[in-house]
């Protein structure tokens, strides 16, 4: 455990909060000493759509296509000849397969999860925190910034 840290303000959003940080580096404040801590956590799934079998074959397709292109990439470095034809090559073959194993995962998940997301977490507020031997250096560059704070308490 570090030490002692007080808190010099909470933000709504995560931009109010990094622009005090930012501020503060601007002005030379040894940020180091420094923390943005998110309270009151909700993880948020947001769903994008219904995930078939031709969509996961899709997916996959997309993701091996890329694999493919690196891998013929890699040995199209090496190759004396036509080394376009052996990054062609790849691509293809890695989207094929990755078409195959997305459609089969997908299949073999027996409609548990037929649909796609992504997921992120959100803070209900963003508190500035400073080592507490800091904190009055940086409260006294807070007080010449024209945001003002929710709150500022000692942790």
Excluded: K
């Excluded at 036509?82 to 089969?104: D, M, R």
């Excluded at 037929?114 to 007080?143: E, K, N, P, W």
């Amino acid at each position: 455990m570090g030490p002692p840290t007080v808190t010099i303000g909470t933000y709504p959003d995560y931009p109010s909060a990094q622009r005090v940080v930012d501020y503060l580096a601007d002005n030379r404040f040894p940020v180091e000493h420094t923390a943005i801590v998110g309270t009151n956590l909700t993880l948020v799934e947001t769903v994008l759509g219904r995930l078939t079998t031709g969509r996961a074959a899709l997916i996959g397709a997309g993701t091996g296509a890329w694999f493919g292109l690196f891998i013929g990439l890699l040995f199209g470095i090496f190759t004396a000849g036509s080394w376009i034809a052996v990054i062609l090559v790849g691509l293809v073959i890695g989207a094929i397969w990755g078409a195959v194993f997305g459609a089969v995962a997908h299949a073999m998940s027996g409609g548990q999860r037929d649909f796609t997301s992504a997921s992120s977490l959100r803070a209900a507020q963003y508190a500035v925190t400073v080592d507490a031997g800091v904190a009055d250096q940086a409260r006294q560059l807070l007080g010449r910034m024209h945001m003002t704070p929710t709150g500022a308490t000692a942790r």
